[in-house]
């Protein structure tokens, strides 16, 4: 095939700076809608915590498990040019259908025979709570010791003021009282004046008194009232075929747009390193501003908004994309043997692909809806897969291919720890900033999301320049090396916010915003130990009939590693009302529970890989 001679823009092909804007635009998409997700499901579908951070570990599997089967028919048929096209238009239809809220989920205080509509004002972590009494919103707080409806005195509080204007004032010993009737009447007035009737008394001291028929009183019990939740059924429908919009669009676009990047550059090219490069400050870029700005507009103003706002930038990369195509000179186009033309019940081959990657969204609909069954099933998916590989490398490989592919898949497992640990940023540690931090008023819980890419920005260049300079010195950390650090540093990140949790809570049980912030650069530097080497490492040490299957399992592992994250979030999730923790003080106990634990995992097994590392290194027979 012969391709355009290409112009260059900054010593590279112009076809790089589309594909800088495309996936920049892109990632602003993916990641301004995961900003959201989770607070999105607890707060507006009123999904428990628990059963939220499970939607999401299956969505973001599916994203990790699709590229898989994307990149098969890119490879087989449609080429990485036409398979970026149609995962874009998909990811425009997902996103924007994100901006469809329906009604949301609904919760009813049921008490005393009738029933309490509750409603929440607001989206940040001062948001209020509401009962309606009729027309009116009454402002309640709920928690352990039950419904405490506001500006209303409890039972305590109204026995000691009565007690307190029951109790008459008494003229000083040293006052000298000449009249008799001044004598009589208490200083502050005439005893009638405060008399207040034995019954009203009575009535003030029972938590249960009302005023008016249908009020809520002061404080109800924690046993004498039940929420009861109405769903959203057909709001449900739509975020899930959104979520299944995206899934189907990234696996068509993830895994082929970083081969477009390198069909613009010769195999042995000395700018293919920095090219790709600058296509990874593109993604972080896209992840910074997206973070920053859908999080900022979904809570401020609303869901739609935001997510509306991750549909306009997936367009702006779907249209830089189709006008950048002369630039890309014909590269990545679909190979001479799909023969795409041919045609089947008189339908061309290739609108047969398109035809049925459109409708493969309804399976992949079902199959997210049901999120501890995608849990089941790739709990034992991926550990067969790679079980299978180790008996092969075991069997079949001969020399250092064996050692290189045992090598490889242990280093994939131990990845699986780490990805772990790490992609609790989209769910357990998103809940944990809008429930147990305290945030100033000009930042929210979405936007702690803005942390992790930002600092890959600043320190990316840095630590590249730290290995080039460790590596003149002969000093440059191996591959198995450089993971143990991931994962100590990721553990590490943890239990930071553990200490944080017992040494720096307020008064209302929240961290202050610092300590995540220093969790999440600890968790930046640990990904950037292990990620940027992690794909490289597969190519390297892979047999090169098996690289394509072992990308697979790469992906596979990061399926894994997301449903393993979500089990792990789900135990720290407690009770909420209209996505409100019910008591502060356990939600923060059972952050600092789980994190500690996790926490000692990761270093505790960064450790054991930091001693075999050695090890890990023969078996690598020089490959760096």
């Known amino acids: 095939m012969t391709t355009t001679p290409q112009k260059t823009f900054l010593g590279h092909p112009r076809g790089l700076v589309i594909l800088f804007f495309t996936e920049m635009w892109e990632r602003f998409s993916f990641y301004g809608m ?23 570990a299956a ?58 509509r509750i409603e929440v004002e607001g989206r940040d972590a001062d ?3 509401f009962a309606m009494v009729g027309d009116e919103k009454v402002p309640i707080d709920v928690g352990p010791e039950g419904i405490r409806v506001s500006g209303i005195p409890t ?34 007035g005439p005893a009638t004046a405060i008399a207040t009737a034995p019954e009203t008394v009575a009535d003030a001291a029972r938590p249960d008194a009302v005023t008016a028929p249908g009020a809520l009183p002061a404080l109800i019990g924690p046993d004498d009232y039940e929420i009861r939740k109405a769903v959203d059924v057909q709001g449900q429908y739509v975020l899930f075929f959104a979520l299944a919009l995206i899934i189907v669009g990234v696996g ?93 019940l008189g339908i061309p081959r290739e609108a047969w692909i398109y035809i049925l990657g459109i409708l493969f969204v309804i399976p992949t609909w079902l199959v997210v809806q049901q999120h501890d069954a995608v849990e089941a099933s790739l709990l034992y998916l991926v550990p067969t897969v790679f079980a299978g590989l180790l008996l092969y490398s075991l069997t079949f490989l001969r020399g250092d291919d064996r050692w290189k592919m045992l090598a490889a898949i ?52 840095v630590m590249a320049a730290l290995w080039v300079l460790l590596a003149k010195r002969g000093l440059n950390p191996s591959v198995p090396l450089k993971f143990a650090f991931g994962l100590i540093l990721v553990g ?16 209302d049980f929240k961290v202050p915003l610092l300590w995540l912030f220093l969790a999440y650069f600890l968790h930046s530097i640990g990904e950037l130990c292990l990620s940027p080497v992690g794909l490289s490492m597969i190519t390297k040490l892979s047999v090169a009939r098996m690289v394509g299957m072992m990308m697979g399992a790469w992906f596979m592992a990061s399926a894994l590693a997301h449903i393993i994250a979500g089990i792990v979030a789900k135990s720290t999730a407690t009770e909420t009302v209209g996505g409100v923790v019910t008591n502060p003080q356990l939600a923060l106990e059972t952050y600092a529970g789980v994190f500690q634990t996790i926490g000692l995992y990761g270093v505790g097994i960064g450790l054991i890989l930091l001693v075999i590392s050695p090890v890990l290194k023969w078996m690598m027979r020089g490959v760096q």
């Open 155 to 188: 039972a305590a509080e109204s026995a000691q003021a009565q007690a307190a204007a029951a109790t008459p004032a008494t003229v000083p010993a040293a006052a000298t009282v000449t009249d008799p009737e001044a004598a009589a009447v208490p200083a502050d």
């Open 252 to 344: 068509f676009l993830k895994p082929n747009i970083s081969t477009v990047v390198g069909s613009l550059y010769e195999q042995n090219d000395p700018r293919r390193d920095s090219g790709f490069t600058i296509f990874y400050v593109g993604i972080n870029l896209g992840s910074i501003l997206a973070t920053a700005l859908c999080g900022w507009l979904g809570i401020e103003y609303g869901w739609r908004y935001g997510f509306g706002l991750a549909g306009i930038g997936m367009l702006a990369g779907l249209i830089t994309f189709w006008l950048g195509q002369k630039w890309l000179g014909g590269r990545a186009d679909p190979p001479a043997s799909a023969k795409l033309d041919k045609k089947t």
């Open 59 to 116: 969505y973001a599997a599916l994203v990790y498990l699709m590229p898989v089967l994307g990149g098969a028919i890119a490879d087989r048929f449609l080429g990485s040019r036409k398979a970026v096209t149609i995962g874009a238009l998909l990811l425009v239809a997902g996103h924007f259908t994100m901006a469809f809220e329906g009604s949301g989920g609904r919760e009813y205080i049921q008490y005393g025979g009738q029933e309490y």
């Open 34 to 56: 995961r900003a959201l997700l989770v607070l999105y499901l607890t707060q507006h579908f009123l999904f428990g915590s628990a059963e939220a951070q499970g939607i999401y």
């Open 492 to 507: 590490a990140g943890f239990l930071l916010l553990v200490w944080a949790s017992k040494a720096f809570v307020t008064v």
């Open 410 to 461: 242990i280093l994939t497992m131990f990845s699986v720890l780490f990805w772990t640990l790490f992609e609790q940023a989209g769910s357990s540690l998103t809940l944990f900033a809008d429930q147990s931090t305290q945030m100033p008023g000009w930042f929210n819980a979405a936007q702690t999301q803005t942390f992790n890419p930002g600092m890959i920005v600043v320190f990316g260049p």
């Open 127 to 129: 948001r209020q709570l």
